[in-house]
């Protein structure tokens, strides 16, 4: 989309990154965001800025840590996470994520959606992870494993499938066509 963060494109006179905090402030007790570079782009969101505990732009999985570093800091077992170019996620979210972790004993939970093929797609970069997993996410990323699923697999993890909606939830922005059909969503009053 030209370059750039994500985050920052407009959606209805909106950056993607806020409506992605409006949609969490209700749902967490605390947010962060995780930002490599250019920083001083988000100083606006008055929230703490957390860069990847490791070195190498390593992808999400590097996210999740830097968040879960934080997070350990900060005196919390549990971290969520949403990607910023995904503005419509769902509002019980985290209530979800939450609920599933407790029925199924899992240290992650991933949203999910029905593929259509009486199979799930898997959104990785939303889920509950816990904290406790830290180092071995690290480990993981030093030894060269950037495939969020590839890592969730070797824990307790599950996934919770969203079915709700007259669209997908978990739909992210890549294109500007994406941006007219985000904005034919809200003007639908589908969000």
């Not at 008055?46 to 992808?59: E, K, N």
């Not at 979210?93 to 093929?117: F, Q, W």
Request: hydrophobic share 40%; proline share 4%.
């Amino acid at each position: 989309m030209g370059g750039g963060h994500k985050g920052l494109i407009k959606l209805r006179g909106q950056s993607l990154c806020s409506h992605v905090i409006d949609r969490f402030n209700s749902q967490v007790d605390s947010i962060i965001l995780n930002v490599n570079t250019d920083k001083q782009l988000f100083l606006q969101y008055d929230l703490p800025l957390v860069s990847d505990s490791i070195d190498g732009f390593a992808g999400p999985l590097a996210g999740v840590l830097a968040g879960m570093d934080w997070a350990s800091k900060n005196g919390y077992k549990y971290i969520v996470t949403a990607a910023a170019d995904t503005p419509f996620f769902p509002l019980n979210l985290v209530k979800r994520l939450t609920y599933e972790r407790k029925n199924n004993s899992s240290s992650i939970v991933l949203a999910s959606t029905p593929d259509g093929n009486n199979s799930q797609s898997i959104h990785p970069t939303f889920g509950l992870w816990e904290v406790s997993l830290r180092e071995d996410l690290r480990n993981s990323l030093n030894e060269g494993i950037r495939k969020m699923v590839k890592w969730t697999a070797r824990h307790q993890s599950s996934s919770c499938v969203f079915t709700e909606g007259k669209f997908d939830r978990f739909f992210n922005i890549n294109t500007p066509e994406d941006i007219f059909l985000a904005e034919d969503i809200i003007d639908k009053g589908w969000v």
